[in-house]
């Protein structure tokens, strides 16, 4: 089995928000090997204001999951690091979404890649900057990405690093 290229976002804003997205990513270590991490940003929130500011980042790396095994995974993380049913962009400790999946698209009930408002999302494109300056699009599968990410500007200043 191949392994595939993939980007990972990631949000909290409950808890203890830095803590929550490190022990994210090293659970998604049982899955995917990652080459790049963006930095961390505080950014607000959007569609419920009400609540606290949310850290954000990105991963980008491979892994031999196919993407609806891959969800659930990422679901399945994100229970156990306590989140919970909610309203919809209510508060939690914890938000994975696969951005990018190969150079693939799905579109199933559960699952949509790319995901459809990444462009729109300010909290996920300074992140994807961030892998880009690291190499993260240079090459392969998501190379044709490169432009376009290239395109976008930081508008956060990072929080902290990894």
Known sequence: MKASKVVLALGSNMGNRRENIVRAVSMLEEFCAFEAKSRIYETSPVGYAEQRDFLN???FGETLAEPLE???QCKRLESELGRR???RNGPRPIDIDIIFYEN???STEELTVP???WRERDFVTTPLV???EQGAFDSGAL???KREI????KMFEPFSAF
């Open 104 to 106: 693939e698209s799905v």
């Open 70 to 72: 891959l969800l659930r």
């Open 150 to 153: 290239g395109a976008f500007s």
């Open 115 to 117: 995901h459809p408002r």
């Open 57 to 59: 980042a990105a991963v």
């Open 85 to 87: 049913a909610n309203f």
């Open 143 to 145: 190379a044709e990405l």
């Open 130 to 132: 961030d892998l880009l």
